[in-house]
């Protein structure tokens, strides 16, 4: 028993010994660890005050811009930076303003009018996301994430604004607009394409090379005889001819469909001549037929000025303004917003203040010709009334 209690005891000094010796390692290796940091800091110290005071890093604080806003400007500065006039700006931003409201707001929260003047800054001006974010008193990545809500909420509003005629009242007063300017009868609308320039999408570059080999969306638009945007279809690649965009059209289904009646539109060559689209001849040889020519002439031109005005009006689409450098759908998302902003303009009388009206504007990818590939062939029910309207009015 007395071996036993011996053996226990010597057994237990043993485990305390090496506890103790254990517990004495940890903390030489703690003292260790803290004398290397201590000696890093105070190298870095070191290093700090024989570099300088000037290449320490310092925290810089966060700077807040003023907000813009139209308080104090003039009317005249407000439609040469923002294309719109006041009561226009606050129509437009009552419209949109339950759609971009913020779900939580804050003192920080970036107010849905400076969003608005923001976007509109940017369409005008055709500048870069960095130029429209500082005038607008935001971040660049602010106005990245926000610029896709403003153009969808505005172009929820295409309906409103973008219509082309469907009562015969209406009709009838575009008929007697276009038949004041020239004596062509019948025309409900002047259609042509006009074409915005892109980066294209290294994948599908080639669909966006147009005639004059720059990248482009081709937009097909429809005026009236006061130069309102009646249709507008923007979502095809600059490859794709005028004739095929308007083949594939809903109103050129409604006017076969005879929705329109006796309407017409006037169009170049490149389109062909059917029973509702009257192009030019390509040799007149009588008085009449070169009299239709120059009232076709007068009459289409109202296309083409238009697109002259909507580009000078937006930047953005302007080849002054450069390619866009946004994906080919935003890009028709933008397309449309300056078509519907274009038509309250219109509609306001809001006037264009860097145009001169005495100058004509020609889109520099007007006028495909009959001789470009992808035209559509002329009719011989389009060939008929088109005579009939040179004996009846031109004769």
Not at 297 to 311: A, M, N, P, Q, Y
Not at 316 to 338: A, H, N, R, W
Request: proline content about 6%; hydrophobic content about 35%.
């Amino acid at each position: 028993m007395g071996q036993t209690h011996l053996y226990l005891s010597r057994t237990h000094r043993t485990n305390n010994r090496a506890a103790e010796q254990q517990q004495g390692a940890m903390e030489v290796l703690f003292l260790q660890r803290a004398r290397r940091r201590r000696a890093l800091q105070q190298q870095q110290q070191l290093q700090q005050q024989q570099q300088g005071p000037q290449r320490q890093r310092r925290r810089q604080d966060r700077i807040f811009r003023p907000r813009t806003t139209l308080h104090g400007l003039r009317e005249r500065d407000i439609i040469q930076r923002y294309r719109l006039n006041w009561q226009a700006i606050q129509q437009l931003l009552a419209n949109i303003e339950q759609q971009l409201a913020p779900t939580l707001v804050t003192p920080r929260t970036i107010p849905t009018e400076t969003k608005l003047l923001a976007v509109l800054h940017l369409l005008a001006s055709g500048s870069f996301q960095t130029t429209g974010a500082l005038v607008g008193g935001i971040s660049q990545p602010s106005f990245s994430a926000f610029l896709p809500k403003v153009l969808d909420a505005i172009i929820r509003l295409t309906p409103r604004h973008i219509c082309f005629p469907n009562t015969l009242q209406k009709q009838q007063e575009i008929k007697q607009g276009f038949y004041a300017i020239s004596g062509f009868p019948h025309v409900l609308g002047a259609i042509d394409c006009t074409h915005v320039r892109l980066v294209p999408p290294a994948d599908s570059e080639h669909l966006y090379r147009n005639r004059k080999h720059t990248h482009s969306i081709n937009v097909q638009a429809i005026v009236d005889h006061q130069g309102l945007i009646t249709n507008i279809v923007a979502k095809y690649p600059g490859s794709v001819h005028d004739a095929f965009i308007f083949r594939h059209s809903t109103i050129n289904q409604h006017f076969q469909d005879g929705r329109y009646g006796n309407g017409l539109l006037v169009a170049d060559q490149g389109y062909g001549i059917q029973p509702w689209v009257m192009t030019p001849f390509g040799n007149p040889i009588t008085a009449a037929e070169r009299a239709y020519n120059d009232a076709h002439k007068r009459t289409r031109s109202i296309v083409e000025r238009t697109f002259g005005i909507l580009k000078s009006r937006f930047r953005c689409l302007d080849i002054t303004g450069g390619s866009l450098l946004y994906s080919p759908e935003m890009v028709c998302k933008i397309i449309l917003t300056c078509a519907i902003l274009h038509n309250i303009c219109v509609q306001r009388n809001i006037p264009l203040l860097e145009l001169d009206p005495g100058m004509p504007e020609d889109d520099e990818e007007e006028d495909a010709g009959p001789q470009q590939e992808g035209g559509q062939p002329n009719t011989a029910a389009g060939q008929r009334r088109r005579q009939q309207l040179v004996n009846n009015f031109f004769a």
